[in-house]
């Protein structure tokens, strides 16, 4: 059972809320507060020491030199993936006209007029429309003189319904934005439809009329034209996040540097800071130095999630890819 649906215990809620439908930077705040609270209470306890001492000036010494690396590698990693939308006009105008010919034959197979833009509804048409093929197919073979033709097509049927439902419920009243189409068709496994659908043609071919088996290629069409769609918007996705959090890094990083760098000093300079500021002060820059971290937590947790759900493309599949 895929994890998104409702039907899930507490414990495999927060996980869910953890990798998939937390806002990133309030995942990120927990983690930062959890960091401070743990080194607030150490310091009250007196683990840790009040006045300058060589352990925490190592410790800073590490945040700061560490997040210099971590801001300059997340970075560098960005530009890298974002330079494939880099381009000149020959490769650029391609790429646009690829993207419309895949638009105009959907439309085609789905019989629309104009398609949506927006992934949710894009998904969730294209769901519709192949309910709609398979809802045909089984009742062109409803009064089938041969049994076996009948129960496989329902079995095809069955499973596209209940792919459609679930889709649909995902997607009711959502943003539409990719990653929301992404979770919502996470549980589907269409490589294994169109391995019923293949296995079906070639032992009853001779058993079906000309509109059977266009209803059959059309289905096998629209599960296609589904994993596509969806995986197009997965690296739509994937662009968007890694820009966002590289503005992010920057946001939170140069910042945290600042408190850490004021921490230091703190250490090496004279003396002039009260006790118990020191003490209150410390687990804050401990804190601020966690939280470059803290970010590229969450959101990569993320990420790898979307990666590693999605890499099976169809005709293949994982079925350990479309667990939790």
């Known amino acids: 059972m895929e994890p998104t649906r409702s039907d899930r215990g507490p414990w495999d809620r927060g996980v869910l809320w953890l990798v998939i439908s937390g806002k990133r930077l309030r995942i990120a705040g927990v983690v930062v507060g959890v960091v401070l609270a743990v080194m607030g209470t150490l310091t009250v306890a007196g683990v840790l020491p009040r006045r300058p001492a060589d352990p925490m000036y190592f410790l800073l010494s590490s945040l700061l030199g560490g997040n210099l690396t971590l801001i300059t590698v997340v970075i560098s990693i960005n530009q890298l993936v974002l330079s494939r939308e880099l381009g000149s006009p020959g490769e650029l105008r391609n790429r646009m006209e690829d993207a419309m010919e895949f638009r105009t034959d959907a439309e085609a197979t789905a019989e629309w007029y104009v398609s949506p833009v927006r992934p949710g509804a894009f998904l969730l048409d294209l769901h519709e429309s192949?309910?709609?093929?398979?809802?045909?197919?089984?009742?062109?073979?409803?009064?089938?003189?041969?049994?076996?033709?009948?129960?496989?097509?329902?079995?095809?049927?069955?499973?596209?319904?209940?792919d459609v439902r679930e889709v649909g419920a995902e997607l009711d009243g959502s943003d539409g934005e990719e990653f929301t189409a992404i979770v919502a068709t996470l549980g589907t496994n269409h490589a294994e439809q169109l391995e019923k659908l293949d296995r079906f043609l070639v032992e009853f071919r001779d058993d079906l009329s000309a509109t059977e088996r266009d209803l059959v290629d059309s289905i096998a069409t629209h599960l296609l034209y589904v994993d596509v769609a969806r995986n197009y918007f997965r690296t739509v996705y994937v662009e968007r996040e890694l820009s966002f959090l590289s503005r992010v890094i920057l946001y939170v990083g140069v910042p945290a540097e600042l408190v850490v760098a004021v921490a230091l000093a703190m250490y090496v300079g004279p003396e002039v800071v009260p006790p118990l500021a020191f003490a209150l002060f410390v687990p804050v820059a401990v804190a601020a130095g966690f939280a470059p971290l803290a970010v590229l937590f969450s959101f990569v947790l993320r990420l790898a999630w979307v990666a590693e759900r999605n890499a099976a493309v169809i005709p293949f599949t994982a079925l350990e890819s479309e667990q939790p």
């Open 130 to 162: 192949l309910c709609d093929q398979a809802e045909a197919l089984d009742e062109a073979v409803a009064d089938h003189g041969n049994e076996r033709v009948t129960d496989r097509v329902e079995n095809i049927a069955t499973s596209v319904r209940q």
